[in-house]
């Protein structure tokens, strides 16, 4: 176990540190970053003079010794535009995004499985294959699209949601938190709609394939040679055993929705660190895009693991080595 | 031996067909066999002929395409394809149990095998939980399982095929089933492995007075098992009797050739007889005799004429027009 | 194809109403593809034909509509059936490269790491394997923000994030392949590898990636579409069906809704057509799931 923990702690350092050098690599390439922090009549001294401020005058290795070890100091560099340290800007709008992909992944779950399992259990019948077609179209709906549709109809034609925002928070634990409001449950209700779909269409195809997939395996037919009734057998016998690979994407599901909540957040004009993202894109605020990625790709490091975790709790068949 | 017995199960016409995209397949066509109590039968064949859909038949766990489409499967005097499925369910595993081919696979991965083999009484007994944790170790130790307790707690990858086979065997036999149907039981084990499963399950079977129908392709295993054997041939039977006589003087040329192709100790052989050709395609099926393409013996009459099964004596029979070396029934 | 129209394929494809309506739904595109300029009255990346007293008209069917413009028009004047068939025709063009790109790379490097094994198959692989575990889309973007705009540069995007799927199936199938005798025998035979990949081992893992590479194209539009949509995708001037809909959402609270909902229609019937056929290809061209 402690073996295990060891090679994994190093697997993911060594993941973020690949990470680090592309995110590093490719922010060179873009355009010079001094000009978003000097004056448009800026002279030539006084551009070589922020240069020298921000340290892009040096070589590329050197900024990127630098960039590594101020990240082990845990100083992620400031925002160029809003001259703040870069971590806490997009620590102050994470649980926005949390919350919503919390709140779109329950929806997909609540959802996608119920429907996945009852089309792997009956494949043949109509009902099942109204299920898969819609799932099929799920997967194909621009989410963007999608979400400004619903703002359109139910926000500016009825009046039923608030269009943008995030309405009333609660402060818990000093992170704000719209679910604990009413307000904050009707701001919250169509970006995560808008979110989920992908995610739910997708597991809901991966429960159906498990689903299939069992419904073949011997031990299914075995179980009911020993008279047990159709619905056990597809609930106690196949259900746990078609939920690995649903298992499997989980994690992968859950960057997804990490993923598009910058769409989603930039249409509903999320106060998340998606939208935040999206918006430093624009403004070329380099070192709050570096965070961004760092941490994002830290969460799914950690997911992944989490993943695998729960993999072993699943599954007896698998041992963490 | 021959004692009249009464028949436990007796399957009358029995016709399982698939309708799959390249046509209808005929996987059991116009079956008829009885088996006694206490009875051990053999159904012997090539693979693809249809034996192990007998099983599921009898069961009713035929998946579409599939489909029994008539004959009467009479268990005790009651036919069971005029039960409901809930009634079924009361069968299956309580009166009728199954041991399948591939050990591997017949038990669930994600459950202990203590759960798997309780699930059987939580289904059909009325024992409280300690009663059937008690059984459940008995059980286990009755198939040869050493320190059963503790084994009640592991998964089946923890234990080797031989003795998942054992597991699967505890299963089929612990609500007391008076008809077991092993379709294969041994053919995925090791040869080492093979003789001793076939011999608890000869035993369990014999010390609970219960009736067997051992399904196989090796007339080497009904041998040492069965008390009758039927023989089948693309869905047909060709050939019934006490194992015996079957054995020792075989009526039909499909038997001879099967039993050519096994060693034996005692006689000089120089070589082991195979039978020429393949199972013909079940969907396409030759004119007349379904064996004549492969059989030493065939002649006009059988490319033009289905051969009717007929009595021979001391209760066997055959479906050949030209059987071997025996004085016709009068 | 007198061979082609008995086979099971085919049989099955007839009776599939998915299949069929998405192959239906393909062949719109393509043909809009295709001939596109020819079938709608008005060049939208033509400025001299537009008229700005034309601007904002809604579809022909609602009170105001004009019946020279179907879907009605957008804040200069332009047809959105016409921005929607050539925003459709960039859409399609770039998902299809990107497609081929993606398999082109993605072969070559499967071959190569299945063939030779080694360094190259652990490098190519870990790299695959760190890719994978982050989403396409955040991929595509972040290289889209050092890249800036441009049709090429979605290209580049696309094929980065593409290639990982052809690799992983193409060494998968490669390893399986070069088991077998015949390609033994080559090897002992001495035959040189490039001959024996390109005679022996390519033609055996292709079919599996005509699968992957259908469904591909409805997600590279989708991506592409995101990235447009999120500005950092095609440039304005060669507006594609995602930066159409941008263009729509910035009036979307005025009401004019169509300006975005047409383009973004035309997203999701061109994507759920391949989706659809897609789905149906993988079932017939997988034994495992008959």
Do not use: G, I
């Given at each position: 176990m402690l073996g295990y923990l060891t090679k994994r702690l190093i697997q993911m350092t060594v993941v973020l540190w690949v990470v680090s050098l592309i995110v590093f690599m490719m922010m060179s390439f873009t355009g010079d970053p001094v000009f978003m922090v000097v004056p448009i009549d800026a002279t030539d001294a006084e551009i070589a003079q922020a240069r020298r401020i921000l340290g892009l005058d040096q070589s590329l290795f050197v900024q990127y010794v630098k960039f590594l070890t101020s990240i082990f100091e845990g100083d992620f560099g400031r925002s160029y535009v809003f001259r703040q340290p870069a971590l806490d800007l997009i620590l102050q709008r994470m649980p926005a995004t949390l919350e919503m992909v919390l709140v779109a992944m329950a929806l997909a779950v609540v959802i996608s499985i119920p429907l996945g399992v009852y089309a792997g259990a009956h494949p043949g019948s109509r009902i099942s294959k109204t299920i898969m077609a819609g799932s099929l179209f799920g997967i194909s709906l621009p989410g963007f699209w999608v979400g400004m549709m619903l703002i359109y109809l139910l926000a500016v034609q009825w009046g039923w949601f608030p269009s943008s925002g995030r309405g009333d928070t609660v402060e818990v634990f000093g992170m704000r938190v719209s679910l604990l409001t009413a307000d904050g449950w009707t701001h919250i209700i169509l970006p995560a709609v808008t979110l989920s779909l992908g995610t739910m269409a997708i597991l809901l195809r991966i429960t159906r394939a498990g689903m299939m997939e069992v419904g073949r395996q011997d031990y299914m037919k075995f179980a009911r040679a020993k008279g047990v009734a159709p619905r056990d057998v597809l609930f106690r016998h196949g259900l746990k055993n078609s939920l690995i690979p649903v298992v499997t994407i989980f994690g992968l599901q859950i960057g997804d929705l990490i993923a598009f909540a910058t769409i989603t957040e930039t249409i509903f004009s999320w106060p998340g660190m998606g939208k935040l993202l999206i918006d430093s894109i624009y403004r070329a605020d380099r070192p709050v895009i570096v965070v961004y990625l760092m941490l994002v790709a830290l969460i799914f490091v950690v997911i992944n693991f989490l993943v695998d975790l729960l993999y072993t709790l699943i599954d007896p068949r698998i041992t963490l080595k | 031996m021959s004692v009249q017995k009464q028949a436990l199960l007796e399957v009358r016409d029995l016709k399982t067909r698939f309708y799959t995209f390249a046509g209808v397949v005929n996987a059991v066509d116009g079956v008829s066999f009885s088996v006694g109590r206490g009875e051990i039968l053999g159904l012997v064949g090539e693979s693809g002929g249809g034996k192990s859909v007998i099983g599921f038949s009898i069961l009713g766990l035929i998946d579409p395409p599939g489909k029994v489409d008539d004959g009467e499967i009479l268990f005790g005097g009651v036919d069971l394809r005029r039960k409901s499925e809930k009634e079924l369910q009361k069968i299956r595993g309580k009166e009728i149990a199954m041991v399948f081919q591939d050990p591997m696979t017949s038990l669930?991965?994600?459950?202990?095998v203590g759960e798997q083999i309780d699930e059987m009484l939580r289904l059909h007994s009325d024992l409280d939980g300690k009663a059937r944790r008690a059984r459940c170790i008995e059980m286990l130790s009755d198939v040869g399982i050493s320190e059963a307790e503790k084994r009640l707690?592991?998964?089946?990858?923890?234990?080797?095929g031989g003795m998942r086979q054992r597991v699967v065997i505890a299963i089929a036999m612990i609500a007391g089933p008076q008809l077991i149907i092993a379709d294969e039981p041994t053919t995925a084990l090791d040869v080492t492995i093979q003789s001793q499963i076939l011999k608890l399950m000869k035993q369990q079977v014999r010390e609970r007075e219960a009736s067997m129908i051992l399904i196989t392709h090796d007339l080497a295993v009904v041998s040492q098992m069965a008390d009758e054997i039927v023989v089948l041939y693309c869905g047909k039977i060709v050939e019934k009797g006490p194992k015996q006589d079957l054995i020792s003087k075989p009526a039909h040329p499909y038997t001879q050739g099967l039993l050519g192709s096994i060693p034996k100790l005692h006689d000089r052989q120089d070589r082991l007889t195979q039978i020429p050709g393949t199972v013909p395609d079940v969907r396409n099926l030759p004119q007349g005799c379904n064996f004549r393409e492969r059989c030493p013996f065939a002649q006009a009459r059988c490319a033009e004429e289905e051969p009717e099964q007929h009595a021979l004596d001391a209760g066997r029979s055959v479906a050949c027009h030209f059987p071997l070396e025996q004085e016709l029934a009068p | 194809m007198q061979g082609f129209l008995k086979s099971e394929f085919f049989f099955n494809y007839r009776r599939s109403a998915s299949a069929i309506i998405g192959s239906a739904l393909m062949l719109v595109f393509a043909i809009y593809v295709a001939f596109g300029p020819w079938l709608v009255a008005q060049n939208p990346h033509d400025i001299a034909s537009l008229e700005l007293l034309d601007s904002f008209k809604p579809p022909a069917w609602l009170e105001g509509g004009d019946p020279r413009y179907l879907l009605g028009t957008d804040g200069q004047g332009r047809d959105i059936l016409a921005s929607v068939v050539y925003g459709a025709r960039i859409s399609v063009m770039i998902g299809v490269t990107a497609m081929l790109c993606s398999c082109l790379i993605g072969t070559v490097l499967g071959l190569l790491a299945g063939f030779y094994r080694g360094v190259i198959d652990s490098f190519i692989m870990r790299i695959a394997d760190i890719q994978l575990s982050f989403p396409s889309i955040l991929i595509a973007l972040f290289l889209m923000s050092a890249v800036g705009t441009g049709i090429d540069k979605v290209l580049i995007a696309l094929t980065a994030v593409g290639w990982v799927v052809y690799a992983r199936t193409v060494r998968g199938s490669t390893l399986s392949e070069i088991e077998k005798e015949y390609v033994q025998a080559a090897r002992v035979a001495g035959l040189p590898d490039r001959k024996i990949i390109l005679k022996h081992v390519l033609p055996n893992v292709l079919t599996p990636l005509i699968v992957i590479a259908t469904i591909q194209v409805g997600t590279f539009v989708l991506i592409e579409a995101s990235l447009s949509f999120l500005g950092v995708g095609v440039p304005i001037t060669q507006p594609s069906l995602g930066l159409l809909v941008k263009n729509g959402f910035d009036v979307l609270f005025s009401g004019l809704w169509w300006t975005s909902a047409f383009p973004g229609l035309a997203i999701m019937m061109l994507v759920f057509g391949i989706n659809l056929f897609g789905d149906f290809l993988r079932d017939e061209l997988n034994p495992r799931l008959k």
């Open positions: - | 669930n991965p994600l459950q202990t707690n592991n998964y089946p990858h923890q234990f080797s | -």
